[in-house]
């Protein structure tokens, strides 16, 4: 179970996810063009934006990345989803907040998690559970 | 999936081609960067048939179109940039694209 101090520190970051932008938008038939399209600019093209520094070093996948990239790269070949709609939910959907948030791999598994519950190939329900149960699996070794 | 019925789209441009990116909507999906829009660059090689990304995104097949290599100079997508001689390719299905006074 989470902690108290735990469950208030978690409380504390979603805090800091708030929009820079966070007053009401009261949107009318002469939205401003410049907001409007800032809003619907898909998150995955960075091309010519500032970003913060980046520090770059040598390193190799972590295994659940590894992971992550074959179920996605099995989830492909079955036909359960297009390359296309992986790029759309791993990168567009999650909005900027995941976005810029999760790791790279985070995005393509949350998708990946997201589209087979989307698609009725297991409900959400069976998806918990099996967390669960994995979960504390582990926790006993 | 919806079964892929209709005719390929034929490719109406060739290398060397001056073609420019049109400003369609951003909404949901797109794989044509905002920066491109309504720059005019030159086609630099016509790639494959593929089905469009924004139909494909939500698993439409669709009508399969000529993709293009277009080459734009960097100095006509960022004014600021310093060298002139340089230039950056991007790809684009043909619906993307509109020809330019050739």
């Given amino acids: 179970m989470t902690s108290r101090p735990e469950l208030r520190q978690q ?3 979603i ?6 932008l966070h007053v009401p938008q009261n949107w009318n038939y002469e939205t401003p063009g410049p907001m409007f399209r800032a809003y619907m600019h898909p998150p995955h093209d960075v091309g010519g934006q500032r970003d913060v520094p980046v520090h770059y070093e040598e390193k190799e996948e972590e295994q659940w990345e590894l ?3 074959v179920t996605c790269e099995v989830l492909g070949w079955r036909g359960i989803w297009t390359a296309e709609e992986r790029r759309r939910r791993a990168d567009n959907d999650l909005g900027y907040t995941l976005y810029l948030g999760l790791p790279y791999y985070g995005r393509w598994i949350w998708s990946a998690a997201r589209m087979l519950v989307d698609k009725k190939h ?8 099996k967390i669960a149960e994995v979960k504390s699996r582990y926790e006993k070794k | 999936m919806k079964k892929n019925e ?3 789209v034929p490719a109406r441009f060739k290398v060397g081609d001056r073609v420019q990116v049109r400003d369609m909507p951003n909404m949901f999906y797109t794989r044509t960067q905002n920066y491109v829009r309504g720059v005019t ?5 016509c790639t494959y048939k593929d ?3 924004e139909d494909e995104a939500f698993d439409y097949d669709g009508r399969p179109e000529q993709y293009y290599i277009v ?10 940039y310093p060298f002139d001689n340089d230039t950056l390719q991007t790809e684009f299905p043909d619906h993307w694209l509109e020809p330019v006074g050739n």
């Fill in chain 2, 71 to 80: 080459r734009f100079r960097q100095k006509d997508l960022w004014e600021e």
């Fill in chain 1, 122 to 129: 297991i409900s959400l329900t069976e998806l918990l559970e």
């Fill in chain 2, 41 to 45: 660059g030159t086609i630099a090689s």
């Fill in chain 1, 67 to 69: 992971n992550t990239y």
């Fill in chain 1, 11 to 13: 409380y504390d970051i």
């Fill in chain 2, 6 to 8: 209709t005719p390929d």
């Fill in chain 2, 51 to 53: 089905l469009i990304p």
């Fill in chain 1, 15 to 20: 805090g800091s996810f708030q929009p820079a």
